[in-house]
């Protein structure tokens, strides 16, 4: 009896994991109506305009803020230099800094018609117009790697050459 009730339990349990490996179910991943192709070009673009307006609106609190903080190191730097510090490097850096902020301006600047007119998409970034929308998208995006290109990493050699100076005169 003991062996019937074994070999009855080996038979349950091998049926429930032959039967455990298959679905019962169909699997649905996007419903059983999936978003058109253009729906999902659209839905990529509006994440694409809001990353880039993000960008935008980023770089332009940065040239707003800039003059204040130029003058700030431009101060420290002063100062460490009347109390006889070297501060050659720091001085170059943010020449260079400065420099680099007059060329990328008027970059800045041409962008600002570009995303009010924003073609291709509404006030609330929903794509209207998918040729247009890409075009924007384009531009937009160009500028942007102009800014990046024109600064050329100049913002973030100041700040380890004001970090440099900090170590060196503790």
């Given at each position: 009896m003991k062996n019937n009730f074994k070999k009855m339990i080996f038979v349950v349990l091998t049926?429930?994991?032959?039967?455990?490996?298959?679905?019962?179910?169909?699997?649905?991943?996007?419903?059983?109506?999936?978003?058109?192709?253009?729906?999902?070009?659209?839905?990529?673009?509006?994440?694409?305009?809001?990353?880039?307006?993000?960008?935008?609106?980023?770089?332009?609190?940065?040239?707003?803020?800039?003059?204040?903080?130029?003058?700030?190191?431009?101060?420290?730097?002063d100062k460490a230099?009347?109390?006889?510090?070297?501060?050659?490097?720091?001085?170059?850096?943010?020449?260079?800094?400065?420099?680099?902020?007059?060329?990328?301006?008027?970059?800045?600047?041409g962008m600002e018609n570009i995303v009010n007119v924003h073609a291709g998409f509404d006030a609330d970034g929903k794509v209207t117009d998918a040729v247009q929308a890409k075009s924007t998208v384009r531009e937009v995006g160009g500028k942007l790697k102009e800014v990046k290109s024109s600064m050329n990493g100049t913002g973030k050699a100041l700040l380890e050459a004001l970090k440099a100076f900090r170590v060196a005169n503790k």
């Open positions: 049926a429930a994991m032959v039967f455990a490996a298959f679905p019962v179910t169909s699997v649905f991943a996007q419903g059983e109506n999936p978003p058109a192709k253009s729906e999902r070009t659209n839905e990529k673009l509006e994440k694409v305009w809001a990353r880039q307006l993000n960008f935008y609106n980023r770089i332009g609190k940065g040239f707003g803020d800039i003059d204040v903080q130029t003058a700030k190191f431009q101060e420290k730097i230099s009347s109390n006889g510090r070297d501060v050659t490097a720091a001085q170059a850096a943010l020449d260079a800094f400065e420099s680099a902020l007059k060329s990328t301006k008027p970059i800045y600047d």
